[in-house]
């Protein structure tokens, strides 16, 4: 199935639990376009009320529960919109970040959004309420700035976050995070190059992170598993040949389905 009619390079996509349809954003972009998994048609673009964002998309996402799609932009909104057919395209939320949000994560309740922005920043948002109830600033959370992954645990205990910035001493990191405390469970700190994408497997054994260097992307493009209690290496996978995006688990965990800007879509067995 080919989906045709965006202007411009799609970088984000998402799909509803059921898979019937497909939330995808392209670069310059201020409405996401929902479509047909059917017939490839365009169900809706979703529409900001009021004034539209000042910013373009950075990250789109489908709630768990298939009910709610998401959007983040560059100028920092946050907008939530209804995914129930008699309320298609409603705006439900908009929350206005004071920056760049980079990556957003649902809950697996959906009753919460995550965002990481541009300065290493992560807040957990409850749309419906309109309510930050957990934040990581910058100076504590062990980021340097540009949070590009988040990735919520199964059971929603805990947050992996990553960034592609390194800090003072070298080290690009990925952070567990206690979602309830939100204290810092465990770092992995010295990352071969930046990260861009994270994951957990649907059983939550396992985590999954993706990297390349934007400004040397013939450098170490890798993806990686392992087994985030123990910190035991799973897997490691170099056949891109360029940064790679995003980085996904198949519902039965036994294959991770990678992106990257070498054009290629990449499925690798985990064992």
């Known amino acids: 199935m080919r989906f045709t009619g965006h202007a411009d390079r799609v970088h984000t996509v998402a799909i509803t639990p059921r898979g019937k349809a497909v939330l995808s954003a392209a670069f310059?972009?201020?409405?996401?376009?929902l479509w047909s998994v059917a017939d490839g048609s365009v169900i809706a673009h979703l529409a900001a009320e009021g004034d539209d964002p000042a910013g373009f998309?950075?990250?789109v996402a489908?709630?768990?529960?298939?009910?709610?799609?998401?959007?983040?932009?560059t100028d920092g909104s946050l907008i939530v919109w209804d995914l129930i057919p008699e309320q298609l395209g409603q705006m439900r939320q908009r929350l206005a970040h004071t920056r760049r949000i980079e990556t957003i994560?649902?809950?697996?309740?959906s009753q919460y959004l995550i965002l990481?922005?541009?300065r290493g920043e992560i807040l957990m948002w409850d749309w419906a309420a309109d309510a930050i109830v957990r934040h990581f600033p910058p100076e504590g959370n062990g980021h340097a700035g540009?949070?590009?992954g988040l990735a919520v645990s199964p059971d929603g205990r805990f947050l992996l976050s990553a960034s592609s910035q390194r800090t003072a001493d070298g080290e690009r990191r990925i952070i567990l995070w206690d979602m309830e405390t939100g204290a810092e469970v465990r770092r992995w700190a010295q990352q071969p190059a930046d990260v861009n994408s994270v994951a957990f497997s649907p059983d939550g054994?396992?985590?999954?992170?993706?990297?390349?260097?934007?400004e040397d992307p013939s450098g170490d493009?890798?993806?990686?598993v392992w087994d985030w209690q123990t910190s035991e290496e799973i897997a490691v996978f170099e056949d891109h040949a360029n940064v790679i995006t995003s980085i996904l688990f198949s519902p039965d965990g036994h294959t991770l389905l990678s992106t990257s800007w070498d054009g290629n879509l990449c499925f690798w067995a985990i064992h």
């Open 116 to 118: 990481g922005d541009q």
């Open 221 to 224: 493009n890798l993806v990686w």
């Open 105 to 109: 994560a649902f809950s697996p309740d």
């Open 28 to 33: 310059s972009e201020k409405q996401p376009t």
């Open 57 to 59: 998309i950075t990250r």
């Open 205 to 214: 054994r396992y985590a999954a992170a993706g990297s390349g260097n934007r």
């Open 146 to 148: 540009w949070v590009d």
């Open 62 to 73: 489908i709630s768990p529960d298939g009910l709610i799609a998401a959007a983040a932009f």
